[in-house]
């Protein structure tokens, strides 16, 4: 069995040291991390590597096993990378597998890579490598959305549409507008991503087991070496802390929130009844029975997506919910649900990109919706109050008594006359008619922040200057 990197009893090589047995079949799957955390090798042997050197700089291991182990480790990484690496289960996880092959190529040397470090500190800094290395992947997504996004506001500045509430037409916006509404909430998703990055960038490396070492290590040299910004400061919370996960879920999750809230607007717009805007062919697909069909399927996985991030956060925090310090075999379940969710929110950000980028509004169906359904009332009654000096409650009642009565005509507030207009309120002029139409509408709304053409456009150039 020793080729199997199990001692004469069958106990692992590894630490199998006090054990006469090796593990029940049973317990060897339900304990080894190989299946999934194969996804941290890259950084693993980065991070031996690291500690490698820093050895041999402070003088606990010689230059020339150093020398041998860092080699190794690169050709370790060659397998890896080139598919030849044959992941063994029965060693458990990344890091023994790595470390076993090591001492197959280097022999002696490699038993002197783990001086002054644990599995529970190695664990710790790979996935918190990994965690950033998604961090900025997801960063870059975002970029790149939020600039279809503004590409999108550009084109739409002055486009008007119908803003909702309760999803009903509400008042006047403009395209413009509602494009930059998503840029504001991906900003801040960004602006998480950045804070959550800036904590996390501390280094475990060196915590060992728990507690630390005695032999004279140098942790900011690793640490800088690692491009962190410094060394954990405390060893207990080196290896217990998984916060740098549960905010990367935290962030990942409201952002697929967002992402979920755009891509049913896409369902609901690039439906018959809607047609505002028409996804792409390129991000739509057919129906197998149904030929005229064009689904919106990537707007609905996304949509979805949210469901499966949120699982995972729930899941790590519920994992890690009252575990004592420092390290416990529970925290081994928390990588698939990072790897899961990273996946899927990097792939959701560019699937969004695609579609957003590709997506062409239905200019004239959007400005036929936008003065349907009584959406100038509001402009009305502020004519009321500004023209006529009515207080806007008593406007409001004006307003309310017109409504009714186009309405009951069936025709929209533009199409009553001055006559019928005068009926209700004496004083109302014909130049009220000037706001009620749907560009005027859209243009007085100049309040900072505002729907107007204007205001969009100042925010679409502080944004490009935010993001050159
Ligand atoms: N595979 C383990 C994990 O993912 C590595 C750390 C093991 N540490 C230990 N003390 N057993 O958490």
Redesign the pocket.
């Known amino acids: 069995m020793t080729d199997k990197g199990t001692s004469d009893t069958g106990a692992n090589s590894m630490w199998g040291g006090r054990f006469a047995a090796g593990p029940d079949a049973i317990m060897e799957a339900i304990n080894?991390?190989?299946g999934f955390?194969q996804r941290l090798a890259a950084q693993d042997i980065r991070g031996s590597r690291a500690h490698a050197a820093m050895l041999a700089v402070t003088g606990i291991i010689s230059d020339t096993d150093a020398q041998a182990i860092g080699e190794g480790l690169l050709t370790v990484l060659s397998e890896i990378e080139g598919g030849a690496f044959k992941f063994r289960t029965d060693l458990?996880?990344?890091?023994?597998n790595v470390e076993a092959r090591l001492k197959e190529i280097i022999g002696e040397p490699a038993g002197r890579l783990h001086t002054a470090r644990?599995?529970?500190d190695?664990?710790a800094l790979d996935?918190r490598l990994w965690v950033r290395d998604q961090t900025d992947a997801v960063i870059a997504g975002l970029d790149l959305l939020i600039r279809a996004f503004l590409a999108q506001a550009e084109k739409g500045a002055d486009w008007v549409m119908p803003g909702f509430t309760h999803l009903q037409t509400a008042q006047p916006v403009t395209w413009g507008h509602h494009m930059m509404a998503y840029v504001e909430m991906l900003g801040r998703d960004m602006g998480r991503f950045q804070d959550a990055r800036i904590r996390m960038n501390e280094s475990p490396l060196g915590a060992a087991?728990l507690a630390g070492t005695s032999f004279p290590i140098d942790r900011e040299m690793t640490a800088q070496e690692l491009g962190f910004d410094r060394p954990m400061a405390n060893s207990l919370d080196a290896v217990a802390d998984r916060d740098f996960a549960l905010e990367f879920l935290s962030a990942a999750s409201i952002c697929a929130m967002h992402l979920s809230r755009f891509a049913e607007e896409l369902v609901i717009w690039s439906s018959a009844q809607f047609r505002f805007a028409r996804l792409s062919d390129r991000f739509s697909t057919g129906s197998s029975i149904m030929p005229q069909k064009r689904n919106p399927d990537a707007a609905e996985l996304l949509r979805a997506k949210l469901g499966r991030i949120l699982g995972a956060t729930v899941a790590l925090f519920t994992i890690m919910k009252g575990l004592p310090l420092t390290?416990s075999?529970d925290?081994?379940e928390?990588?698939e649900q990072v790897f899961d969710a990273a996946d899927n929110l990097i792939l959701s950000l560019a699937a969004m990109e695609g579609m957003v980028r590709d997506l062409t509004a239905n200019v004239p169906v959007l400005e036929a919706a936008a003065a349907s359904g009584f959406s100038t009332a509001t402009d009305l009654a502020d004519w009321l109050v500004r023209e006529l000096g009515l207080p806007f409650r008593d406007a409001h009642h004006v307003t309310g008594t017109l409504v009714a009565m186009a309405e009951k005509k069936g025709v929209d507030l533009p199409e009553l006359t001055l006559a019928e207009m005068q009926s209700v309120h004496p004083g109302i002029r014909d130049d009220v008619f000037a706001v009620l139409g749907v560009h005027n509408s859209v243009r007085s709304r100049q309040s900072y922040g505002g729907t107007a053409p204007d205001q969009v456009r100042s925010q679409i150039a502080r944004w490009k200057e935010k993001l050159a």
């Open positions: 080894a991390s190989i955390d458990e996880d990344i890091h023994m644990s599995r529970n190695q664990v996935f087991a390290y075999k925290m081994q928390d990588k």
